[in-house]
């Protein structure tokens, strides 16, 4: 856990807790004795903690956090201050990535140290818990308010050479970090000692305070939309200005009111769902898993389809190393991703991609030899039966062929195939190079060792990967459907854009579901309500009443705009209008008067619609449609579907979730009441009707997080 030894008159204490070396209890009771040894043994002058393995430490043990073993002693905060009273001088060595209580260790040692290629970083905000231990009072004395204020408040690392920069260390070495570690130790003196310890400090630049937290609060109140984290963290950094101890204290109290939050456990809860969905398996068929699978090697992968999603496909395959064939119909097409994808490339590594890594045709045949095709082409069933059935003739057998459709049946799709076990949907989210998530969705003939080399390859491209059941849309689409449809259906009833947008972003959300429309084109969704035979280029089909089709309510008003031109940013006007090159939405009179013209000629009674109904509903019919999707067996648990709207769809981690949220926050008999009550004024709606199994939770009193523990592997 912790290893103490010697050398000459410096005593070297190694955090030795593999993978990552976590500051659990068994790791702070070692090192605390190992400081209490040292210290009381006389040939010792100077003491150096430090990390076996991967990292230094990448913080306190967050699986302790929902226990009591965080307050066992010693503590992390015992820890910390025993090293900053230490009457010998203490060197901090850091390599790796060092995390929340590793750099709270840093801080309160003499010196810091770190290898070249260190990372330090305070995530403890994405937790929802404040950087205590003395971190937000010693930080801003040691680096000054405005570095201290975009570490803490962001969670973002800092490299080695930025840490040194900003004062956060003291020198920075490459190579044998302990022989490094030993000899600096070695050369400090025990008189200076008083003097190195940061909280003695007074912050540089107090006299422009005042400017930087003004600034720093008007910038987190806009970005962190209703997470409180980051603006309590901005206050415990502001008590550094006054004297130490008090400053402390303030850290302690504002450290409690975030510890004990409903939003750090569903931030911790969003932490670990990120992890579990690893552990995938088919509810059906629970002994296909991740334990019982054996991916292919994948080196090599053929993109088909230059357009938006291959290129960020083809860049997130380049970027981890692996060789892609990107292959297009059209050469002018072709081209123009080509020069994207360099460019791109270019921005990130300084260099372009190895001509041998990505080679773009026009000609199907090379990619005769590719483990694995990802196909991006047009999202149409025929057309993509067609190219499957050519992909099929022309890979080599052992091929896996993937898909990219955003919710298209895979087994029609696998069927023009001869090798339908290894079909499978590998959904990407735009921009596909930026968006950590990756749906991968199952067909009824997909082979366990498909799904496993789905699953690897998101590991290997640095997305997480989550495994769904095949259905319309599949997961994330199927449920995301019913919130524009709702907000839709708000717009008749009396509320404009911009209120049902601003509801769902102070909920949390970056960008309400019309301004959403407006920048992904609301012609693509137009495009598929025509295909699915709701609405026609002219409006309703022939014979179908305006607000009812296909056995549900239906507003048409998307399709009336989509009629005028009107598909969002690109075409200058959508649900919002846009001066030229600017994307600042404005709300649009004509839009008004087309709402307003609607609701007279159907008959609706326009009226006040609080944000709260918004919120409702516009979210709770989609988490009903979450407990639909893991009473059909369609996801592995809840987890897995709030990693797929947390990563793909912007839900507010703070929020944990869709499904997080209604077990934790709304609470399973208020979602079901709230349900009944929305169902009995919108009977037409069949997505008010409640899930049977949300029905029998309610019932039983029992909650989605015993469901799941039960059902996972
Ligand atoms: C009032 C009481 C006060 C209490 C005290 C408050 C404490 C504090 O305020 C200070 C803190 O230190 S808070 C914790 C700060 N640290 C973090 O958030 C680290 C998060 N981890 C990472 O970012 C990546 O794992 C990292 C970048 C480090 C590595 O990424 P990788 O992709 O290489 O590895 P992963 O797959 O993420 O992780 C491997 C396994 O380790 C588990 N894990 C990671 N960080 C952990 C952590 N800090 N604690 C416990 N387990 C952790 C992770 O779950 C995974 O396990 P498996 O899923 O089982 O494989
Ligand atoms: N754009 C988005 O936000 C997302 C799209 N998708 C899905 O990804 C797929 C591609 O979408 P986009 O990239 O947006 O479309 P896009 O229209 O930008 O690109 C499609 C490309 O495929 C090419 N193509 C057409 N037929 C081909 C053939 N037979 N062989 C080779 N290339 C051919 C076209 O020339 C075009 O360059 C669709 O299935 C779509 O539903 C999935 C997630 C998000």
Redesign the pocket.
Known sequence: MAECATYGTVAVLQINNPPLNVLGHDVRSQLMSGLQQALQDKAVCSIVIMGKGQTFTAGADVKEFGTEKVFWEPTLHSLVEAVSASTKPVVTAIHGTTLGGGVALALASHYRLADSSAKMGLPEVQLGILPTCGVTQRLPRLVGLQTAVRMVTSGQTQSAQQALTAGLLDKVVTDDLLKKAVGFARSVDVRGLEARRVSSWTVPGADRAEDVLDAARKTLVRRSRGAIAPLTALQAIQASLLPFETGMKREAELGRYLWTSWQAAALRYAFFAERTVKRWHIPRNKNVNYRTAEPMDIKSVGV???????VGITISLLQAGLKVVL????KA?LDKAVSLIQRSLEGKSGGKPQPMQLRATTDYSQLREVDLVIE????DLA?KKK?FQQLDAVTNPRTILAT???GLDIDQIAAATQRPDKVIGT????PAHVMRLLENIYGRHTSVETIATAMQLGATIGKVGVLVGNCPGFVGNRMKGLNFTEAMFLLEEGAEPQDVDKALEEFGFAMGPFRVSDL?GGDVHWRRRIQAGLTTEHGPPPYTPVLYRQGNRYSPLADMLCMQGRFGQKTGAGWYRYKSGSRTALPDAEVHRLIHKHRQDHGFQRRNISSQEIVERCLFPLINEGFRILEEGLATGPQDIDVIFLLGFGWPRHTGGPMYYADKVVGLGNLLQSLEKYRAYHPRSAHWVPSSLLRKMAAQGTSLSIWAAGSRL
């Open positions: 088909l389809g230059a357009g938006t999603m291959g292959t297009e119909v059209n097409q991006a082409v047009f999202e057309l190219v990219n459709t955003s959904h990407f989210f735009s992904a």
